[in-house]
């Protein structure tokens, strides 16, 4: 099985809270990989071969500041915006028992290691695009009875002061699948506010506005 789909096979199997603490844990220690090992003219050289004028724009902010690999964060959440966009990734149905969150406090750490162990061994482009499809990923994919398991969409819809259980999501927000839906192909109401739910939740998590990063 592509490493990946096995990735993602797995973050289904947790509970929303549990998927989020894989993530952001093996982001987290691929970034500060990545900060001590790779060099700032290898990053400069990967910037500018993404050919985005804001992008090399924040890039030329970041290393006057001397903080060049900040924009890391960035580069990882428009990956995830873009695979979000293709839509390659469907939401599957859970098969079997839900997991619990004290079930999944024993599973959390060899999770983590596997997968942070993976990532230090790819190229820094391959690793920060690999983490950053699978979070697009996941958000797609994510079972909606595990979304919906412990009132994570009626939070949400609270959150953001809309109706808690029929609510749209931000239009700012859909524009992702606007962008990416040259065919037509945009999540159903329900589908988006799914998806909304987890980046909302995921990206409070990592202590990010949402707004910040939408796409370049």
């Known amino acids: 099985m592509d490493k990946l789909l ?47 004028i804001e992008l090399s724009n924040l890039w030329l902010q970041r290393y006057k500041q001397e903080r060049p690999f900040d924009i890391l964060h960035r ?29 999944d406090q024993n599973r959390i750490m060899p999770i983590v290691k596997d997968f942070g162990n993976y990532l230090v061994q790819l190229s820094l482009t391959d690793s920060i695009q690999h983490i950053a499809e699978l979070t697009g990923a996941w958000v797609l994919s994510c079972p909606e009875a595990l979304v919906r398991q412990y009132g994570q969409v009626e939070i949400v819809g609270k959150m953001i002061g809309k109706d808690p259980t029929n609510w749209q999501v931000p239009e700012k927000y859909s524009r992702i ?40």
């Open 75 to 103: 580069i990882y959440f428009d990956f995830k915006v873009e695979t979000m966009a293709k839509r390659k990734y469907r939401r599957q149905d859970f098969q079997g028992s839900l997991p619990t969150k004290e079930g």
């Open 177 to 216: 699948w606007l962008s990416g839906s040259s065919q037509g192909n945009i999540p159903e109401p329900n589908d988006m506010r799914l998806a909304f739910t987890l980046d909302y939740m995921f990206i409070g998590y990592v202590g990010e506005s949402l707004e910040t990063y939408l796409p370049i």
């Open 6 to 52: 096995r990735h993602l096979k797995i973050l289904n199997s947790l509970t929303v809270k549990a998927a989020m603490n894989v993530l952001y844990s093996a982001y987290s220690v691929n970034f500060d990989h990545r900060a001590k090992t790779s060099s700032v003219s290898e990053l400069e050289k990967w910037i500018m071969a993404l050919n985005k």
